[in-house]
């Protein structure tokens, strides 16, 4: 079924007016903006951190100090790249490494609230607890 671009937004428009009977569908652009707004808000890196070339235990030093720093400065969303590994003689070792960690900082009183590592699968985006 072929719709021009046109005719996708009157069905939408018409779509809203039927379920939302009388209610203003300006109101409910400016909620769902706002909703929308808030989760970019959500994925968006406040702070990068780059872990390429790094050996494992200085990058546990520079995650842990980088995490509490971002924390303090009320980061919500920081970036850790540590690469893919592919260009190392133990393929991934510091990918897998900082998973662990972040782990750990999951735990009861670290920083981290939960992070995602589908970021191109050298990177890892963390939400940060809020500070207490």
Do not use: Y
Request: charged share 30%; proline share 3%; hydrophobic share 40%.
């Amino acid at each position: 079924m072929d719709v021009a671009p046109d005719d996708d937004a009157e069905d939408f428009d018409d779509l809203l007016s039927e379920n939302l009977g009388s209610l203003d569908t300006t109101a409910w652009e400016v909620v769902l903006g706002e909703k929308m707004a808030g989760l970019a808000e959500q994925s968006v890196p406040q702070a990068t951190l780059d872990l390429h070339g790094v050996r494992v235990g200085d990058a546990f030093e520079r995650v842990a100090t980088f995490l509490l720093d971002q924390r303090e400065k009320v980061a919500k969303v920081v970036l850790i790249i540590t690469g893919k590994g592919i260009h190392s003689r133990q393929k991934g070792v510091l990918l897998v490494a900082i998973r662990r960690q972040l782990h750990r900082l999951q735990k009861k009183d670290g920083p981290v609230h939960n992070f995602d590592a589908d970021c191109g699968g050298g990177a890892f985006l963390v939400r940060l607890k809020p500070q207490r």
